[in-house]
């Protein structure tokens, strides 16, 4: 079974970073984009950033400039470094995973909560 493990939220203050983390495990293979949601109190899930397989980059507007998103094929894990974080950016970071190839799976982490103070 497909599973994602979500790793390096918690509390900072505005003007901080932090690294998230997502290893991918258990008969995932062919993996294709992966990325990063967030999701707000009240607020609909909205995209952070993604990573195709061959590296190309998309980003939220509120993000470019503060956030990288980067990736580890042989690890099968994608990372988020978050610096210059602000209250605003304050959500729970969903990891997600398109993979299987012409079959287009899709997995979801179970989310990592990021708060930020002001």
């Known amino acids: 079974q497909v599973q994602l493990v979500e790793s390096g939220g918690g509390l900072v203050q505005a003007g901080g970073s932090l690294r998230l983390s997502c290893a991918a495990s258990?008969?995932?293979?062919?993996?294709?984009?992966m990325g990063w949601y967030r999701q707000a109190p009240g607020k609909q899930r909205e995209l952070v950033a993604v990573?195709?397989?061959?590296?190309?980059?998309n980003y939220a507007d509120s993000v470019k400039g503060r956030f990288t998103i980067s990736r580890d094929n042989a690890k099968n894990t994608v990372y988020l470094q978050m610096n210059g974080l602000k209250p605003e950016d304050t959500a729970v970071y969903y990891c997600?995973?398109?993979?299987?190839?012409?079959?287009?799976?899709?997995?979801w982490g179970r989310g990592t909560q990021v708060t930020v103070s002001s």
């Open positions: 258990g008969g995932i293979f062919s993996i294709n984009t």
């Open positions: 990573i195709t397989s061959g590296g190309s980059t």
């Open positions: 997600h995973v398109g993979w299987g190839g012409v079959r287009d799976f899709h997995s």
